[in-house]
């Protein structure tokens, strides 16, 4: 049973219930987030009566939680959760464009687009220096020398870096440059990592795994915010199914479940969703009529001699239009204020 506690409660009146709680003979956890805090009971002798604490002072209800996340449950915190990047929001009210190269190539080819994404009014700019490949023999990045690169693009242009760890030795050189650090499809149930990002003082953008369902999802999202690091941004990035005419199949359908299962904000990637140029328009378009909280976007200067994913990448003038089109669609979505 989780209690939740009133805006503003004190000190004293958490110590009061954890007394009684004790007393009774259970254990308890307190779950705190910028907002909200909360007290989990969770084991002990015997149910517990939800009336004993309805009525203190302090306490705002008892909630019987149906899921077997919590730090990551909409019952947990009522209000959707921002994310905070130096003056910059994830989620509420926001629409977050993350956009770059889906690898760090050269300097000139990551300058290239990071002016593209500077032009476009998008505060984010992405970049893969650690690569995870299907094939050995691919491309695998240009490791701290792409980090470097990107740390250059952040102070000449004054973009966040967002960019991938992919193992846990990683994570320590990846913040010493990144403002977000992405764990990407394969990793989305690499346990060890995930407790390791928890550690971070940076946001975590978590991308759906491949064949993850929801409540898995926000498992892994739990595995981070349970180690203390409660800024996660989720990913949708399109998961494995019968349908051959795209690279994945991109699930919208998450945006909505999400929203009702869980505070954190989630944002959508058609790059690697759709792996089709012709289709990351469209589908950016319908993400944030869905009412997605952001999209991650993979542009190149000349997809065609991309290192990676060059089927996917959108010529910066289309990447322009883009975000053009979705802030107008935003724009219509957002409530009006009179
Ligand atoms: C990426 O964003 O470059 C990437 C490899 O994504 P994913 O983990 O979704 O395949
Ligand atoms: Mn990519």
Redesign the pocket.
């Known amino acids: 049973m989780l209690i939740v506690m009133k805006p503003g409660v004190t000190q004293s009146e958490i110590e009061h219930v954890l007394e009684k709680i004790k007393h009774l003979g259970f254990c308890t956890k307190i779950l705190i987030n910028s907002s909200q805090t909360s007290i989990d009971i969770t084991d002990g002798k015997g149910s517990i009566d939800a009336a004993i604490f309805e009525n203190l002072t302090g306490v705002a209800e008892t909630v019987r939680p149906q899921n077997p996340y919590k730090l990551a449950s909409s019952q947990t915190l009522r209000k959707k959760s921002v994310v905070l990047i130096g003056n910059e929001r994830i989620g509420g009210d926001e629409l977050t464009i993350i956009g770059g190269v ?2 760090v190539e050269t300097r000139e080819q990551v300058f290239n687009i990071a002016e593209t994404v500077k032009k476009s009014g998008a505060k984010f700019f ?1 970049g ?1 220096a650690f ?2 490949r299907t094939s050995p023999y691919a491309f695998q990045g240009l490791g701290e020398e792409g980090l470097r690169i990107l740390a250059e693009v952040r102070s000449h242009f004054n973009l966040h870096i967002v960019t ?1 760890a992919m193992d846990n030795e990683q994570v320590e050189l990846v913040e010493k440059y990144a403002d977000i650090i ?6 989305m149930q690499n346990f060890s990592l995930l407790k390791r990002v928890g550690k971070s003082k940076l946001p975590i953008l978590l ?2 795994g ?1 064949s993850a369902t929801l409540e898995e999802f926000l498992l892994a999202a739990e595995y981070i915010m349970a180690e203390g690091n409660e800024n996660v941004i989720l ?1 949708e ?2 998961i494995r199914t019968f349908s051959n005419h795209a690279r994945n199949t991109l699930d919208l359908s998450i945006i909505p479940a999400v929203q009702k299962l869980s505070h954190l904000p989630i944002i959508v ?1 058609p ?3 759709t792996g089709k140029n012709f289709m990351v328009t469209p589908m950016a378009m319908a993400s944030v009529a869905a009412g997605a909280d952001g999209l ?1 976007i ?1 542009v190149h200067p000349s997809p065609e001699n991309a290192l ?2 060059g089927a996917q990448a959108l010529y910066p003038e289309q990447f322009l239009e883009l975000v053009k089109q979705v802030k107008v669609i935003h724009e219509v979505l957002s409530p009006v204020t009179v």
Not at 182 to 187: A, F, L, S, V, W
């Open positions: 889906c690898a992405r893969g690569k995870p991938e992405q764990i990407g499809t394969r990793n991308k759906r491949m990913c990035r399109g990637d790059s690697h969703g991650l993979e990676s994913d």
